[in-house]
């Protein structure tokens, strides 16, 4: 149970975390700051480093059932009090949320509101107290924050290139805004999700999408034209002998070309197999068999089964480009055309009965693991693309409901309200609660009981 659950987890987690590195990388190419970016989920317990590049914390955590890219601005709830705290605190260089309440006469719940936000969008730095149990990626929030490193454009290391080292003040010192809190705030925006167009935003969204179909195509295309598959040949030729079965025990191996059974002349693999099925009766019958120039023949009497212990002889073959890219482009037509079926009331069950949950990817990759690396790959390819066409499901909060909430924003002219992006979260994540524990039902019946 251990190594099926270890190679579930292996599988699923890279796969995934080459999603969020898909959303993560277009995040980058539009100008959108990224805090972080983790294999595992958020977890208080971490390896992590920070780039001097880009400002990025990079890592790990021990809860390795995904990743994680935590994109500015993501987070659709805007405070009205975020403009006035972020020019305080800047003014300030370091303020407690004790010192805003008091200079602004915010509650609170209203000032980690806002400093909430403004820490989501790398515009304000956290600074933790061991002591009060504040941690990164702790429970609760920080009780105090500080203005982050900002060159004289504004810009900080979270927004890469653009960020002047050399004329940049120092993370916590004072830094006063050359315009109003409002123009400041805005200014923020922009380097968000929040404040970048409609085909960025959607450009970001199937990024994750695209990552995982291309990344399952290479790698389907690598095997096919540089390992190379195992194709069967129809030729009457023994590819293999199973030890200790009735053909291992009459003398037959690997390699002998079976001339007749039972008197019927054999030229294919499918000669072969109709000739035993009609000799498949219980009585003794002849088979010859051409080894080294010498025919021999030897007698056999096959089970109720027909089970003689002889497989069919394989070669392996090497595609060009072109052949594998063909053959990879199925999988990913024949993948999309399973899901869409899910859409079709007839065969909606019968797509979910044959669907499978973690715990059947994890039989399936063990499985996979012990058949070697080519075989662990091939289903590394397959379920990326699963994920990925998966994820295009115009169902919140997966990549293709955001994607359709965009699009209905676009076309109206303005964004829905918060109340009722988040109501829509809420029926899409109660939908797949529901579909996975119907499809863990069923693998547990059918792995495990």
């Not at 806002?114 to 149990?133: F, H, I, N, T």
């Not at 994820?391 to 699009?407: A, H, R, T, V």
Request: with cysteine; charged share 15%.
């Amino acid at each position: 149970m251990l190594s099926t659950a270890f190679w579930g987890i292996l599988l699923l987690s890279c796969l995934v975390f080459l999603h969020e590195g898909g959303h993560f990388l277009a995040a980058r190419a539009c100008g959108v700051r990224v805090t972080e970016y983790f294999l595992g989920l958020p977890c208080r317990w971490r390896l992590a480093y920070t780039s001097k590049r880009n400002g990025t914390t990079f890592g790990i955590t021990p809860l390795l059932l995904g990743g994680y890219a935590m994109i500015c601005g993501m987070d659709p709830g805007e405070s009205p009090h975020a403009a006035r705290v972020l020019g305080f605190v800047h003014r300030r260089g370091t303020a407690s949320v004790e010192d805003i309440c008091s200079e602004l006469a915010l509650a609170e719940d209203e000032a980690y509101e806002a400093c909430a936000q403004l820490m989501g969008w790398g515009s304000l730095e956290p600074v933790y107290d061991p002591e009060r149990g504040e941690i990164p990626g702790g429970s609760t929030y920080p009780s105090t924050y500080a203005a982050p490193a900002r060159d004289k454009d504004g810009n900080t290391l979270l927004d890469g290139r653009g960020f002047d080292r050399a004329q940049a003040s120092v993370t916590g010192a004072p830094w006063v805004p050359p315009m109003d809190d409002a123009a400041f705030l805005e200014q923020e925006r922009k380097h968000t999700y929040l404040g970048i167009g409609f085909f960025a935003r959607a450009f970001m969204l199937v990024a994750g999408i695209l990552v995982n179909l291309v990344s399952g195509l290479l790698l389907l295309m690598s095997i096919y034209s540089i390992v190379g598959i195992e194709v069967s040949l129809d030729v009457n030729s023994i590819g293999a002998v199973e030890a200790g079965s009735q053909a291992d025990e009459i003398g037959l191996k690997a390699g002998d070309t079976i001339v007749s059974v039972d008197g019927v002349a054999t030229e294919s693999w499918m000669d072969v197999v109709n000739a035993l099925d009609t000799a498949s009766d219980g009585e003794p019958f002849d088979i010859v068999v051409e080894r080294d120039g010498v025919e021999t023949s030897v007698t056999a009497a096959l089970d109720p089964d027909g089970f003689l212990g002889i497989s069919i002889p394989t070669q392996v073959v090497r595609l060009g480009p072109i052949e594998s890219a063909q053959v990879s482009f199925d999988y990913i037509a024949q993948t999309a055309a399973s899901i869409l079926q899910l859409f079709n009331p007839a065969q909606t069950m019968e797509m979910l009965d044959s669907s499978t949950s973690i715990v059947g990817i994890s039989v399936m990759s063990a499985q996979a693991a012990a058949a070697g690396p080519t075989t662990f790959l091939t289903l590394a390819a397959l379920i990326s693309f699963s994920l990925g066409l998966m994820n295009l499901l115009p169902i919140p909060p997966l990549d293709g409901g955001k994607l359709l909430i965009e699009i209905f924003q676009a076309v109206i002219g303005r964004e829905l309200p918060l109340k009722v992006q988040t109501a829509l979260s809420y029926v899409g994540v109660a939908l797949f609660l529901m579909l996975f524990v119907y499809v863990l039902r069923n693998d547990v019946i059918r792995f495990i009981l």
